[in-house]
């Protein structure tokens, strides 16, 4: 669906993006994860066709996106950072004039702008003046002109930027349901964001590609240690005795404020090593029952400070986590932790009409 080869922008002497290859199969999303100026923009911009690139190749659907503009720019809904609305028309307005200058049949233009406002829930600012809406709902309208006409392919650049909690959980549901009909391409600088609606994450830094994999994979594997969280009914010495019986148990980590005689603790191993019958069993002859065992991540926020602070020489490719812990070197030019937990917060909350 989109086939990104070798891709390299430069602005002047500066490199924005440093040859970026990635493919993307239908009903994906892709989260696009970056610091500032990591080159998101950049790429999407080229993706979409709104910038040249200084060498490589974009394929959408088929479509070359220096080649066949045309073809290919119908099928791309995009959202910008900055959505180009036209202030001084009504909601339903601009969304016509959208789908006229994206070919949308006369005969299908209504129910599909009531059906694309319904779903972005815009329908009851649908008269109002662009000019006049919250920051909000102006995201939201930005929005709905990428979903109209429903392309094959839709890039989304901080979609959730401005929104309230409320209206983040709807949007991020909205994502979920196109991604049933449609290929789903967004950056964020929101990690929990990425973890919780992406089918796969790319993670970029000064325009090269650090890693790509889906969420999951990029916590077990980056970790390098798996843990398991357990909550266990008995004395501290007698389970901590047990547990130590265990030689796959590299790490035992006790909870200081557990409270009315339930121990927690965090127990971990190497990642290979699946140690859960072995605590089972220990744990069982101790006759320490257990309430609670599950296995704990990495969060993305931490896989991300790991990658992007130390930046690795190599770009790597999927799966090729460990390779990069093995190669790290400190890099001056690293992210700080100020930067990585910045983007971590969520947008500022905005209140609508
Ligand atoms: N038109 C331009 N002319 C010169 N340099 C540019 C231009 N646009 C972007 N850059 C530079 O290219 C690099 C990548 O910028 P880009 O906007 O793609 O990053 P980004 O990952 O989207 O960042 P942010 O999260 O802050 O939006 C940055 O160093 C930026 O300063």
Same mark, same amino acid.
Do not use: W
């Given at each position: 669906?989109?086939?990104?080869?070798?891709?390299? $922008?430069?602005?002047?002497?500066?490199?924005a993006v440093d040859d970026l290859s990635f493919t993307l199969e239908k009903g994906q999303i892709l989260g696009f994860l970056g610091p500032n100026g990591a080159g998101k923009s950049t790429t999407m911009n080229i993706l979409t066709g709104y910038i040249s690139a200084t060498?490589? @190749? #974009?394929?959408?659907? %088929?479509?070359?996106?220096?080649?066949?503009?045309?073809?290919?720019?119908?099928?791309?809904?995009?959202?910008?950072?900055l959505p180009p609305?036209?202030?001084?028309? @009504? #909601?339903?307005?601009?969304?016509?004039? #959208?789908?006229?200058? $994206?070919?949308?049949k006369k005969n299908e233009k209504r129910k599909m702008i009531d059906r694309i406002m319904r779903m972005t829930k815009i329908t009851e600012v649908s008269?109002?003046?662009?000019?006049?809406? =919250?920051? %909000?709902?102006? *995201?939201?309208? %930005? &929005?709905?002109?990428? !979903? #109209?006409?429903?392309?094959?392919?839709? !890039? &989304?650049?901080?979609?959730?930027?401005? &929104?309230?909690?409320? *209206?983040? !959980?709807?949007?991020? +549901?909205?994502?979920?349901?196109? =991604?049933?009909?449609? @290929?789903? !391409?967004l950056s964020s600088h929101i990690l929990s964001e990425v973890s919780a609606i992406c089918d796969q994450v790319m993670i970029i830094n000064k325009g090269r590609l650090i890693v790509s994999d889906t969420p999951d994979n990029l916590s077990q594997h980056i970790g390098g240690s798996k843990g398991l969280h357990l909550e266990v009914k008995g004395e501290q010495e007698a389970i901590k005795k047990a547990l130590e019986t265990i030689p796959e148990i590299t790490k035992l980590e006790f909870d200081k404020n557990a409270k009315g005689g339930i121990v927690k603790l965090s127990a971990y191993s190497n990642e290979e090593n699946d140690i859960r019958e072995a605590v089972f069993y220990a744990l069982s002859d101790a006759k320490c029952p257990i309430y609670d065992m599950h296995s704990t991540k990495m969060s993305l926020e931490n896989i991300f400070l790991e990658l992007t602070q130390d930046s690795p020489k190599p770009h790597a490719s999927k799966n090729s986590n460990?390779?990069?812990?093995?190669?790290?070197?400190?890099?001056? +030019? %690293?992210?700080?932790?100020?930067?990585?937990?910045?983007?971590?917060?969520?947008?500022? *909350?905005k209140e609508e009409n």
């Open positions: 669906m989109i086939e990104v080869k070798h891709l390299v $922008k430069k602005y002047g002497e500066h490199l060498e490589g @190749t #974009v394929m959408i659907n %088929g479509h070359d996106i220096f080649d066949e503009p045309e073809e290919a720019k119908k099928c791309i809904g995009y959202l910008p950072e609305l036209y202030q001084d028309m @009504t #909601v339903r307005e601009y969304l016509n004039f #959208v789908a006229d200058i $994206k070919f949308v008269e109002r003046l662009i000019k006049q809406l =919250s920051k %909000g709902y102006k *995201q939201r309208v %930005g &929005l709905a002109q990428a !979903i #109209v006409g429903f392309p094959e392919v839709i !890039i &989304l650049d901080e979609p959730t930027v401005g &929104l309230d909690p409320m *209206q983040i !959980i709807e949007i991020r +549901d909205l994502i979920k349901e196109l =991604s049933k009909n449609h @290929t789903i !391409i460990r390779l990069l812990r093995k190669n790290k070197k400190k890099d001056e +030019d %690293g992210i700080p932790a100020e930067t990585a937990e910045a983007m971590n917060q969520e947008p500022e *909350q």
